[in-house]
């Protein structure tokens, strides 16, 4: 059995407590998320020092994780015992531990938490036919605010629809820094647990590409203010203006890819693979592709080029040559 996200694993769980568990995949907060959920309903409150069995694959042997397996729990109806980085557990271990599975107490239920694992290998071929797999991938577009919501609601917070949509623009999809994020504006709406949108641009951290995204906007949109600021606010996250040139340049050319691709009618999902664009962000970044104005966009990559030569060939400052960039530009 394979479950694919908190909300199926949350209405397993009501159903029944499965013996064993095999948490994988590279989005590492939805699998901690998971195994607290799993914790909750194995151990009861104050008994983890008595039931709670902890390993690390590769360091301890299937003797030894067995062994806790098969051992009774003291304090609540089930022991529970947790192998992390199961992906590292030793080829001949990993065997031992697919036979002592099947004869595992029926008063444990036993964890193993990996990143990746070869899906090509018995060992996750059989948790996938025998036990059941929780498989979390990065959350995208729609999936992606219903997290956030959840999240907020949890803590007895809301965000309107456009305010949610807004911060998972600016932040991206990497978990645990929209959580940070997150934490940070119910930190600021305090007992009034409805946050305002308005507070969104001054206190969340936009990412690095979503920041490179909206300078490219600004210089297209010829708003000169805006695009200082927004060079200003990249530099102050401590990019090294050779990064942010390459960054830049590298914009440049998707935005020159997605037009090309807009011109011949290219399906929308395979001009976001051409052009190297998240899908969940399509929507926008076509738009700008189709504001801006091919000389500017042509312009700025040489500009962009000569700057690098510039920046690798001189003590000249890196700060000053890009708002040289945006001035000439806008």
Request: charged share 30%; net charge neutral.
């Amino acid at each position: 059995m394979i479950i694919k996200n908190l909300e199926a694993l949350e209405a397993d769980l009501r159903a029944r407590l499965r013996p064993v568990y095999l948490l994988m995949g590279p989005e590492e907060l939805l699998c901690r998320e998971a195994f607290e959920m799993l914790r909750e309903k194995v151990l009861t409150p104050g008994s983890a020092d008595f039931d709670l069995s902890e390993f690390e694959g590769g360091a301890a042997t299937a003797s030894e994780i067995l062994d806790a397996a098969n051992t009774f729990p003291m304090m609540s109806a089930r022991r529970l015992v947790v192998v992390h980085k199961a992906g590292k557990i030793r080829e001949e271990d990993q065997e031992a531990l697919l036979a002592g599975i099947e004869t595992l107490s029926p008063k444990t239920v036993l964890v193993l938490w990996a990143g990746e694992l070869d899906r090509r290998r018995k060992f996750y071929r059989t948790f996938q036919q025998r036990h059941c797999v929780c498989e979390f991938q990065g959350l995208k577009e729609a999936a992606l605010e219903r997290w956030a919501a959840a999240r907020l609601r949890a803590a007895g917070y809301k965000l309107s629809p456009e305010g949610l949509k807004r911060v998972t623009e600016m932040v991206g999809s990497d978990l645990q820094t929209l959580a940070a994020e997150l934490d940070k504006l119910m930190l600021y709406a305090g007992g009034a647990k409805t946050i305002p949108a308005e507070a969104i641009d001054g206190l969340v951290r936009s990412s690095r590409q979503y920041t490179i995204f909206e300078l490219t906007d600004a210089v297209a949109a010829r708003d000169r203010n805006r695009a200082l600021v927004l060079l200003a606010s990249l530099l102050g996250m401590g990019e090294h203006p050779l990064v942010v040139v390459t960054m830049l340049a590298r914009h440049c050319r998707q935005i020159l890819i997605a037009r090309e691709c807009l011109a011949q009618r290219v399906p929308r999902r395979e001009i976001a693979a051409e052009a190297g664009v998240p899908f969940f962000v399509l929507d926008k970044f076509l738009g700008q592709a189709q504001r801006a104005e091919r000389a500017v966009i042509d312009e700025m990559i040489l500009r962009l080029a000569a700057i690098d030569k510039q920046l690798k060939s001189s003590a000249l400052d890196g700060r000053m040559l890009l708002e040289g960039l945006i001035c000439a530009l806008v």
